[in-house]
């Protein structure tokens, strides 16, 4: 078993003074000769068999081509150990060629690198039988194995350089298209559908029927070196002075701790599930909740803020000016009681508003005697007298209640200091 070399660019050095005692045996080296065509093909034989990523490449719809190159680059690389003609430059340039190919074919490193470990064992064998056969001396098959690992370690070494390289401009590449393709799908005014599916091909990205946007806290670009561990189809823009991620299919299994886990470090807000073609509405409201995170008025938790939670509070402050206006219309009332007597008051009204009207429930919700509940009401038709069997005047009452606790106030429509 050979040891494989590093994936960085190698060094390339002849191998003519290992070879030129191989020169004192030709009949051993016109053997090697004429076994290299049938070597080749044992050894492309060989890897479809030990690899199956490979053999779906070697037996494909192309097979006779893919296999003939194969057999070719393959026999003129070990015609080197015996008889290298080829100019140092051709032999890096078949060697680079390799991993190209494999590359392109959608061969994964692993098994590129299998694949060279596989069809050294092959030559080995192979290059043995034939010393033993023509009766080379043990030093003449020792030197030949020696410069098969040192040749096999260089093809390898140049094979995995390209490759890696190829890859690592293929990720740049689909990055930058990935997030063109963001942009698109989240600019106002909505891109074409023709354009975001030409888009989509591009960055090899599978158009999903729904998606979410998450919001993270600006404070990711100093706390953060690298992105976030996530899934491949996650779209990233870390970029932006608001970073944001675009999630497909957010209520598949497992999503949620997807974000949990790659974002554990990071205050994030989770948009609402929508179709593709409205993700811009599931941004604007993430990012909504995100600053009303960052303002105390919406509490997180482990898993992030999830909008679909807090759709009431998102709407009574999508407005802030409207929701103020609300409470000082209705919670004036309030303002000449003392504090305590102004938030029990307050807080009674909230919750026979919300129970129906029934004392012995509000009772309970309140963990008092429904006696106090009696008492209390009292009070609270003392300052709001028929208006509170007025439909309507509930409705609005119960939304001002509502937005005056979300956004810290003291029952009366002021804003709690503490707060701001």
């Known amino acids: 078993?050979?040891?494989?070399?590093?994936?960085?660019?190698?060094t390339d050095t002849p191998?003519?003074?290992?070879?030129?005692?191989?020169?004192?045996?030709?009949?051993?080296?016109?053997?090697?000769?004429?076994?290299?065509p049938l070597l080749a093909a044992e050894m492309v034989?060989?890897?479809?068999?030990?690899?199956?990523?490979?053999?779906?490449?070697?037996?494909?719809?192309?097979?006779?081509?893919?296999?003939?190159?194969?057999?070719?680059?393959?026999?003129?690389?070990?015609e080197q150990l015996v008889?290298?003609?080829?100019?140092?430059?051709?032999?890096?340039?078949?060697?680079?060629?390799?991993?190209?190919?494999?590359?392109?074919?959608?061969?994964?490193?692993d098994s590129l690198q299998n694949a060279f470990r596989v069809s050294t064992q092959i030559a080995w064998r192979r290059f043995t039988h034939i010393g033993h056969e023509v009766g080379a001396s043990a030093e003449q098959i020792c030197l030949l194995t020696d410069l098969l690992f040192e040749v096999t370690n260089k093809v390898c070494?140049?094979?995995?350089?390209?490759?890696?390289?190829?890859?690592?401009?293929s990720a740049d590449s689909q990055q930058s298209r990935r997030k063109h393709l963001l942009e698109a799908l989240l600019a106002e005014p909505a891109t074409d559908m023709d354009a975001l599916v030409e888009l989509a091909r591009a960055a090899q990205w599978r158009l999903p029927r729904t998606v979410a946007c998450v919001a993270l806290d600006e404070s990711w670009h100093t706390g953060h070196r690298l992105p976030p561990a996530l899934e491949s189809d996650v779209l990233v823009d870390l970029t932006r002075p608001d970073p944001c991620l675009l999630v497909p299919d957010p209520d598949g299994p497992g999503r949620l701790?997807?974000?949990?886990?790659?974002?554990?470090?990071?205050?994030?807000?989770?948009?609402?599930?929508?179709?593709?073609?409205?993700?811009?509405?599931?941004?604007?409201?993430?990012?909504?909740?995100?600053?009303?995170?960052?303002?105390?008025?919406l509490q997180e938790g482990a898993a992030g803020v999830h909008c679909a939670d807090h759709l009431p509070a998102l709407l009574l402050l999508g407005d802030e000016d409207v929701a103020r206006q609300l409470v000082r219309r209705h919670l004036?009332?309030?303002?000449?009681?003392?504090?305590?007597?102004?938030?029990?008051?307050?807080?009674?009204?909230?919750?026979?508003?919300?129970?129906?009207?029934?004392?012995?429930?509000?009772?309970?919700?309140?963990s008092v005697h429904p006696q106090t509940v009696r008492y209390r009401m009292r009070q609270i038709e003392g300052l709001f007298?028929?208006?509170?069997?007025?439909?309507?005047?509930?409705?609005?009452?119960?939304?001002?209640?509502?937005?005056?606790?979300?956004?810290?106030?003291?029952?009366?429509?002021?804003?709690?200091?503490a707060v701001r």
């Not at 078993?1 to 190698?10: F, V």
């Not at 948009?271 to 593709?276: K, R």
């Open 1 to 10: 078993m050979i040891g494989l070399p590093s994936t960085s660019a190698p």
């Open 15 to 36: 191998a003519a003074s290992t070879v030129a005692p191989l020169t004192r045996d030709p009949a051993f080296v016109r053997c090697v000769q004429a076994e290299l």
């Open 45 to 78: 034989e060989g890897v479809a068999r030990s690899i199956p990523q490979i053999e779906r490449v070697i037996n494909g719809r192309r097979e006779p081509a893919v296999r003939n190159a194969a057999n070719e680059r393959i026999r003129l690389l070990f």
């Open 83 to 109: 008889a290298p003609r080829l100019p140092r430059q051709e032999r890096v340039a078949l060697c680079r060629e390799l991993g190209r190919d494999a590359f392109h074919q959608d061969i994964s490193l």
């Open 157 to 169: 070494a140049h094979s995995l350089s390209a490759y890696t390289e190829l890859s690592a401009d």
């Open 257 to 297: 701790r997807m974000l949990r886990r790659g974002l554990r470090d990071t205050r994030f807000t989770i948009g609402t599930t929508v179709p593709l073609r409205q993700a811009r509405t599931s941004l604007r409201l993430a990012r909504r909740s995100l600053a009303l995170v960052q303002r105390g008025l």
């Open 332 to 366: 004036p009332a309030f303002t000449a009681l003392k504090p305590e007597q102004r938030e029990r008051l307050a807080e009674t009204l909230l919750t026979w508003l919300t129970s129906g009207g029934s004392y012995p429930e509000v009772a309970v919700r309140l």
């Open 385 to 417: 007298g028929d208006r509170l069997h007025d439909p309507e005047w509930r409705f609005e009452m119960l939304l001002a209640l509502h937005a005056d606790r979300l956004a810290g106030g003291t029952g009366d429509g002021r804003p709690d200091p």
